[in-house]
Each structure stands twice: as structure tokens, then as C-alpha cells.
């Protein structure tokens, strides 16, 4: 029997890529649905690392279960890295939806030329054994963001941010195109090395 990990997530978006990416791991992937928990986690951290390590850290003692965490968002250099840890939650109560943020991002930057449109998606990845040390990886990629969404694959920020060694946004890449170079694939790549250790 497999030993079990929980993706400590309740984005649907996050939990399909996690399951294509992590398919040849040897454990059996959990969402938060799938063992129950309805708790949230309050991201209350500064950076996407401590949001990680406090989603991931917190699921994992609720749980009892070795837990797989991230945050991740993207960071607009003409905004000076915003929306940063608030990519989920840009424009507060005003955002109710992917749409209505990626709409306040374009208009934010209205006006900017294309040159200083750059742009990177972060993601740290944190892996919590219930009663050990955690394990921390980063990955990125860098783009650019571009006037108007296009594609309707991905979610969030994927249909205006630019890749220009591909010719097509985030949202223009299938699943599988995505899971090969997006910033959340970079991260998993390394955390499979640690997740290895793990399954041991």
C-alpha cells in the first residue's frame, strides 16, 4: 500500500496540476476534500515562504500526514513585485473572481510600454513530516504581461502572462506543456528529490 501525502490545497486549478505533476511519485495523493478538513489557513505571512510553511506546517499536525504546501503568485516589476503574496487576493473585496483581478492588473499597468511589462511566477513549496523538519523548495519562470487575457486553459494570472520563448501565454499552454515549465513545475522537480526520501 501506498503511503499517503496530502496536496494541502481547496484550489481545484492547483490540485489537477499537482496530480499530473506528481504522477510518479510513490504515494497516494489527498486533497483537503478527500480527508475531510474544511479549516482554512489564514495566510498571514510576509512572503510566499511563510505562507508556505504555515499552510503546510498546520495541515500536516491537523492531518497527522506528511503535507505538501505551497504559495505562489506572480511579481510585476513595474508594480514594484505586486501582487506578490496577494495574487489570490489582489484588490480585497473589490476582486471576487480570476477575471475581475487579472482586469485590475491590466488596468494598473495601463500605460507601461512592453519592455517593462516583465513579469515571474514564484512558487515555494514546503513539505511538512507531521513531527520533523520541513523541507523548502523555489521555483520561477519569467514572462511578460501582456495587454489583453488569451486562452482559456490554467486559471488566475496564466491568460496575460506572455511567454516569449513560446509565442502564447500561461493560458494558451495545455496541462501538460504547463506542467513542463511552469514556476510550480520547477518547484515540484526539486521536491520529488525530497519526497523520495520520504517514501522510503
Given at each position: ?65 506528511l503535507t505538501l504546501s505551497d504559495d505562489s ?108 515549465i511552469s514556476h510550480r513545475a ?15
Open positions: 500500500m501506498l503511503p499517503k501525502l496530502l496536496i494541502a490545497s481547496g484550489n481545484q486549478g492547483k490540485i489537477r496540476e499537482y496530480r499530473q505533476l506528481l504522477a510518479d511519485v510513490p504515494f497516494e495523493l489527498l486533497s483537503l476534500t478527500d480527508v475531510g478538513i474544511t479549516q482554512d489557513v489564514e495566510e498571514t505571512g510576509s512572503t510566499f515562504e511563510a505562507n508556505a510553511r504555515l499552510k503546510s506546517g498546520t495541515y500536516a499536525q491537523l492531518s497527522g500526514m503568485g506572480l511579481e510585476v516589476d513595474a508594480l514594484g513585485g505586486e501582487p506578490g503574496v496577494l495574487s489570490a487576493r489582489y484588490g480585497g473585496d473589490a476582486t471576487l473572481s480570476d477575471q475581475d483581478r487579472v482586469s485590475l492588473l491590466l488596468s494598473n499597468l495601463k500605460g507601461v510600454p512592453w519592455e517593462k511589462r516583465t513579469a515571474r511566477f514564484q512558487c515555494v513549496i514546503v513539505i511538512s513530516p507531521p513531527n520533523s523538519r520541513q523541507v523548502v523548495v523555489v521555483g520561477s519562470v519569467a514572462g511578460m504581461i501582456q495587454y489583453k487575457p488569451e486562452g482559456e486553459e490554467g486559471f488566475g494570472y496564466d491568460p496575460i502572462f506572455y511567454l516569449p520563448s513560446y509565442n502564447l501565454t500561461m493560458g494558451q499552454l495545455s496541462l501538460e506543456g504547463k506542467s513542463r520547477d518547484a515540484t522537480g526539486k521536491a520529488v528529490a525530497a519526497l523520495n526520501k520520504f517514501s522510503i
